[in-house]
């Protein structure tokens, strides 16, 4: 059973930097690709930023400039370092990780969430 815990969430004014951390269970590199997503109050749950097992980041429109996803193999952990952050970003934010099959679907695994809320 695969766990990614987050942390680093809370309340920060606009304008200023968090820096949000995922835990997964056992090694990462046993995942294809891992990031963030997030959902605010009434929408649907995005994609904010990947980052896959060779490095390659993605970031949405939305954050691109503002977001940096990395991810330290020796500690196994990724994390999505957050500046200059507005009132719209807003949500709870999750820890996702991919493994890619040939034959099945892709398999995700979620964290439980962490709360980022903006002060204007």
């Known amino acids: 059973q695969v766990q990614l815990v987050e942390s680093g969430g809370g309340l920060v004014q606009a304008g200023g930097s968090l820096r949000l951390s995922c835990a997964p269970s056992g090694s990462i590199f046993k995942f294809n690709a891992m990031g963030w997503y997030r959902q605010a109050p009434g929408k649907q749950r995005e994609l904010v930023a990947t980052?896959?097992?060779?490095?390659?980041?993605s970031y949405a429109d939305s954050v691109k400039g503002r977001f940096t996803i990395s991810k330290d193999n020796a500690k196994d952990m990724v994390y999505l370092q957050m500046d200059s952050l507005k009132p719209e970003d807003t949500a709870v934010y999750y820890c996702?990780?991919?493994?890619?099959?040939?034959?099945?679907?892709?398999?995700?695994?979620w964290g439980q969430g962490t709360q980022v809320t903006v002060s204007s």
């Open positions: 980052i896959t097992s060779f490095d390659s980041t």
């Open positions: 996702n990780a991919k493994i890619f099959y040939t034959s099945i679907p892709t398999i995700d695994y």
